[in-house]
């Protein structure tokens, strides 16, 4: 069976745990695709070079879900050269036999247009700041103040939203889901009722 489900927005809006969570449900294989611009943008040199080169082990490298890593990644995104080099490898994954979840921010519009649902997952700056401060609290108590984290995502958004190729904007099929006063318990029940009804 090929069937697949594409889940697009901002950092920290919910992508990945709903991805993660639909993946669990229904047996699908799961891509994180912010983690390959992670990479490449963690490898330093020629950015184009590294994401012609990047292999599955560049995707294990540690610090990849820093801030610093997240900035990194969006600034080599805008570059269409590296966003070119990994198109291929994304739309194998997404028609893979068995079924895949793919979250992001152009898989609905540029790596999967045929996807058979596409989520569109956002939440308001604050919450999502908080929800990433929280999350870099457990693994380093102290180490960063909410305010920067708030000021870098809105520089993250911007910077996703505003470049040429490929800027992060919903598929005009998506079904948007706002997660700003939602649980994501309740977040995760409406994506698997949405994928249970295409299956
Ligand atoms: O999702 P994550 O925060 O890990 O993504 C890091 C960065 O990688 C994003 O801010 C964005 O610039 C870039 N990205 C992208 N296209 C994707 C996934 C991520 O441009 N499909």
């Not at 739309?91 to 793919?102: D, S, T």
Request: charge should be negative; charged fraction near 25%.
């Amino acid at each position: 069976m090929i069937f697949t489900v594409a889940i697009d927005g901002p950092a920290a809006a919910g992508k990945g745990t709903i991805s993660r969570r639909l993946a669990a449900q229904f047996g699908f294989a799961h891509l994180d695709t912010g983690l390959l611009y992670r990479a490449v943008g963690a490898m330093g040199g020629d950015p184009v070079a590294a994401a012609q080169a990047l292999s599955p082990a560049d995707l294990d490298r540690p610090g990849l879900r820093s801030l610093e890593a997240g900035q990194a990644a969006s600034r080599v995104a805008a570059i269409p050269e590296v966003r070119a080099a990994l198109v291929a490898f994304q739309r194998r994954f997404a028609r893979r036999e068995g079924g895949a979840v793919l979250d992001g921010r152009d898989i609905g519009t540029v790596i999967s247009p045929e996807a058979e649902v596409k989520l569109f997952v956002t939440a308001s700056a604050e919450v999502r700041a908080r929800r990433r401060f929280d999350e870099l609290e457990a693994a380093a108590p102290g180490a960063q103040d909410y305010d920067t984290v708030l000021a870098q995502t809105r520089e993250r958004d911007a910077r996703d939203m505003g470049r040429a190729d490929a800027p992060l904007r919903p598929a005009e099929d998506a079904v948007m889901l706002d997660t700003t006063d939602l649980s994501i318990e309740a977040a995760v029940t409406r994506a698997c009722d949405l994928v249970a009804d295409a299956l």
